[in-house]
């Protein structure tokens, strides 16, 4: 273990995200407290041994898409992403080598060493769609999370368009517009290392996604908790073998007039093994304008948002450390 001398003549922000080390750099000095530079304040804290969890029948849904086109799967969809704007599916399709293959590509790249993945950081990187980083907006964090990750821009995803027609369909939308939904699409491979005092800091802090709809694939260690709306307990989104979950952004949140519902999560730190997780983020393309659809406003139904400028919207969400919801009162008429 590296004691708290030599931790103290280390300049931390130098080695962690100038020099490219990450958090993962930082935990392989074998520390055995954690760097006063990830300490969140009390209230961001999240112990999982406190009664501060929601009781164990208070669970996102799984979904199982073993049939697409039944009525039941579209309203059980739709219904998730109005109550809890999440929900996990399983029988979706992908197979599950292809998921492994994500996880254990994902693995193999953050034990490359710092010098080869800092090549990709934001700085050093000759294409945007491709970024290496830790923390979220380290310049801008009074208190860093204890993550590192690589992000990428995607291609392709027919799940996400099966989903959001269904979605769009909930909201009488008859011809969903592909490029305002899911004209952008970046895929992050995330990387949480085992944390020496995981009570004191967060993997990811609390905050709702600027997503149309994000997919995420976990591992088996877990730590994903979703903010109950109604009881405002925190609930573990527990791993299911084979599944994706899916949550709705604040994109979807502001097109669908509030009636899908982008819900505040965050990822604890774990003090005994590390974990990996990899989200796609669908987005809207940054020169789109997003507002409430005309179909959900064409009954009368008053505006909880104005339009704004996509990029204008996730540069707000960017130059600041996670904040909960307050994202979205950026949109707020």
């Avoid at 292809?98 to 060493?113: I, N, S, Y």
């Avoid at 310049?139 to 990750?149: N, S």
Wanted: aromatic share 8%.
């Amino acid at each position: 273990m590296a004691p708290a001398s030599s931790m103290n003549s280390l300049n931390i922000l130098d080695f962690v995200v100038n020099k490219g080390h990450g958090v993962k750099g930082l935990a392989e000095l074998g520390l055995d407290t954690l760097p006063h530079q990830y300490i969140q304040p009390l209230h961001e804290r999240f112990d999982t041994t406190t009664n501060e969890e929601a009781p164990p029948n208070d669970c996102i849904p799984v979904i199982d898409m073993s049939n697409w086109d039944d009525p039941k799967v579209a309203e059980a969809i739709c219904d998730a992403a109005q109550k809890w704007g999440f929900f996990q599916i399983v029988n979706h399709g992908v197979p599950i080598h292809v998921l492994e293959d994500v996880k254990d590509a994902t693995h193999q790249f953050f034990k490359l060493p710092a010098q080869e993945k800092h090549k990709y950081s934001k700085e050093r990187s000759v294409t945007n769609r491709v970024r290496f980083g830790t923390s979220f907006t380290p310049e801008a964090e009074k208190a860093l999370e204890w993550k590192d990750f690589l992000s990428l821009f995607f291609s392709s995803e027919l799940i996400v368009k099966k989903l959001l027609e269904i979605l769009m369909k909930g909201l009488n939308v008859k011809e969903i517009d592909e490029s305002i939904l899911m004209g952008s699409k970046r895929i992050n491979l995330n990387y949480y290392p085992k944390c020496p005092n995981p009570e004191l800091t967060v993997g990811v802090g609390r905050h709702s996604d600027v997503s149309t709809l994000t997919i995420l694939l976990q591992d088996d260690i877990g730590g994903l908790y979703v903010r109950n709306t109604e009881t405002m307990k925190w609930v573990h989104v527990p791993p299911v073998t084979g599944s994706l979950v899916i949550n709705v952004g604040d994109a979807l949140q502001i097109m669908s007039n509030g009636k899908y519902k982008s819900i505040e999560h965050r990822v604890i730190a774990n003090g005994s093994s590390n974990r990996i997780s990899v989200p796609i983020f669908v987005n809207p393309r940054p020169s789109d304008i997003i507002g409430p659809l005309p179909e959900v406003l064409h009954g009368g139904e008053k505006p909880v948002y104005k339009n704004v400028l996509y990029s204008d919207y996730v540069k707000h969400f960017f130059r600041k450390a996670h904040d909960g919801k307050a994202t979205v009162e950026f949109a707020k008429v």
